[in-house]
């Protein structure tokens, strides 16, 4: 038995109880309450707030006379002093002695008795339960709370010194290190992730008694590295405590596991204060110092040998034009309607399959992106937006082509499309740029071809409007359209223009057409330049009008 008991004295559970460091007992269990007195108090050199003590029945001396239910030490939390139930009447007694003295310090004719002082010196704390700690599996383990309430049980209480404090502040869970292992392995790292020091525990800052005394050493706290690592860590304390510090020794680690195991591991960090990118007076240091390769700084506003980070209204369209609302909502401008219906809009892009959503999105976006330019914005390098425009004035032709192409003549058809006949603008740069790496680049980029899918009810719908055309011929009635018409802009059309500029400036029967005479004289045109009229279009304005596959809009 002595043997057994040798061995059991060894154990982590055993070392964890230090005689020496007694302070009281627990009296009750609803909120842990803990009865002690000044002179313990003292031999252990004061409890500050926030201190752990350790609660246990057995005797580490005599491990192998414990039976099993009692091998156990509950782990407290001092919170505040509390009262014993007896302190009402002490309390009495303190107070007329208060009243009894006749000088601020006390005379020797008028001090407590010792029968009465020894009872004076007890108190009580109030604590939480941290947990439980147990010997499971040849491992020390800690639980959440305890398994039962033990009413008959002498629970002595102690503080924790240096190696039994050690343990508590650094105690890693055996679940938590198989975990840690396992996530190791899943990043992929190579080699143990060592554990680092971050500091020493210290209870209260006015620490006079512990620096002086050998028992007081400072116990070192070490932080396991896997803790940064895909999980959530909160670094929380007062001003001036070390928190910055604490934050940069993190980053640190987390470098140092990456380079020590040849893996790359972001790290991004929202420096609200500056007290990271650049170098402060508290801790003599900035990340960007420290690893000036590895780092790079945004800021949004311009300062030198930093990236800058802004919302770009043009690309970020929904950040920018929520930025746009507030302002707008804050001036107390939105209740007018125009602007309601703009604040209103919405610039969620829809799915591409849906054609007429997504065609009436990309015309919504091309007018808010101008009206930015218009109000001051600086646009981006090329920015042009192209707009797939009247695209429904070639589905019918070239399905009646491909319907006669295709069923009448037999021939397979692979698919419809129609050829941009102009090149964009990126590429007509491209052409006076000597680079030919540029004008590869443009031309990769650019895409000629705007498919149109073959569709037999536009063939039917086409052959019943030429049959109405053909009908009208025949009939004599060639009635011009209304001067309105005329006048009215194409949607997406080329530098906006009217129907009777891009239709009937085209047409033969201009000539003695009332509706175009009246159109090209207008209300201001001057007879030299109604004459333009009706002259012939020359070959590049006819170049530039049939090119309308895509019509851009530049800003």
């Known amino acids: 038995m ?15 109880i230090q005689l020496e460091n007694f302070i009281g007992w627990v009296y009750d269990y609803q909120i842990a309450r803990v009865m002690t007195n000044d002179f313990t108090k003292y031999r252990v050199l004061g409890i500050p707030h926030n201190s752990c003590l350790a609660v246990a029945s057995i005797n580490p001396n005599e491990m192998s006379h414990v039976p099993e239910e009692k091998q156990e030490i509950i782990l407290l939390c001092v919170l505040v002093a509390t009262k014993l139930p007896q302190d009402d009447d002490l309390m009495r007694t303190k107070i007329d002695h208060f009243k009894d003295q006749k000088s601020s310090i006390g005379t020797p004719d008028r001090q407590i008795d010792e029968i009465t002082q020894n009872e004076l010196q007890f108190g009580g704390l ?20 305890f398994e039962s309430f033990a009413m008959v049980i002498c629970l002595s209480v102690y503080r924790l010194y240096r190696k039994a404090l050690k343990k508590i502040v650094n105690y890693l869970d055996p679940i938590y290190h198989y975990a840690a292992h396992a996530l190791v392995e899943q990043l992929r790292l190579k080699g143990e992730i060592k554990p680092y020091k971050i500091g020493k525990a210290c209870y209260p800052f006015t620490d006079r008694i512990h620096r002086r005394d ?38 640190s680690v987390v470098k140092r596991v990456a380079d020590e195991s040849h893996n790359k591991i972001g790290q991004i960090i929202y420096d609200i204060n500056g007290e990271y990118a650049n170098a402060n007076q508290q801790d003599k240091g900035a990340l960007t110092d420290i690893y000036p390769e590895d780092t790079l700084r945004y800021r949004m506003l311009e300062t030198p040998n930093v990236e800058e980070l802004q919302n770009n209204f043009y690309i970020q369209l929904n950040d920018g034009f929520a930025i746009i609302r507030r302002v707008v909502e804050e001036n107390k401008n939105h209740q007018q309607n125009d602007v309601a219906v703009f604040l209103n809009a919405s610039f969620d ?19 808010y992106q101008s009206m930015l330019f218009m109000a001051g914005f600086s646009a981006p390098n090329s920015s042009k937006y192209q707009l797939e425009a009247n695209l429904a004035l070639y589905h019918q032709k070239l399905n009646f082509y491909s319907h006669i192409w295709q069923e009448l003549r037999g021939q397979p058809l692979d698919g419809t499309a129609v050829i941009a006949t102009d090149f964009p603008q990126a590429v007509k740069e491209a052409l006076s740029n000597p680079d030919p790496l540029a004008l590869e680049t443009a031309l990769a980029a650019w895409e000629p071809l705007a498919p149109i899918e073959y569709d037999l009810a536009n063939k039917d719908r086409t052959l019943f409007e030429f049959g109405q055309v053909v009908d009208a011929i025949e009939d004599g009635q060639f009635a011009p359209p209304p001067i309105e018409r005329l006048r009215e802009a194409i ?11 891009r239709i009937c400036h085209n047409c033969d029967a201009r000539f ?26 020359d070959p590049d304005q006819e170049d530039r009008r049939t090119n309308g596959l895509r019509d851009e809009i530049q800003v």
């Open 349 to 367: 892009e829809p799915e591409k399959d849906n054609k007429s959503s997504y065609r009436r999105w990309q015309v919504r976006t091309a007018a």
């Open 491 to 501: 949607p997406g059309a080329w530098t906006h223009e009217r129907f009777g500029t």
């Open 214 to 251: 050998r028992r007081a050493e400072k116990v070192p706290v070490f932080v396991q590295p896997a803790d940064f690592l895909a999980r959530r860590t909160a670094d929380l304390g007062m001003t001036r405590t070390g928190k910055s510090k604490m934050i940069k020794q993190m980053v």
């Open 126 to 145: 109030e604590c939480r339960v941290l947990g439980t700690f147990f010997m499971d599996r040849d491992g020390l383990w800690l639980g959440s709370d």
């Open 512 to 537: 003695s057409c009332d509706s175009y005479r009246r159109y090209a004289r207008g209300t201001r045109q001057t007879a030299e330049r109604s004459m333009t009229y009706f002259i012939d279009p």
């Open 2 to 16: 002595q043997n057994v008991n040798l061995i059991l004295i060894e154990s982590m559970l055993a070392k964890l």
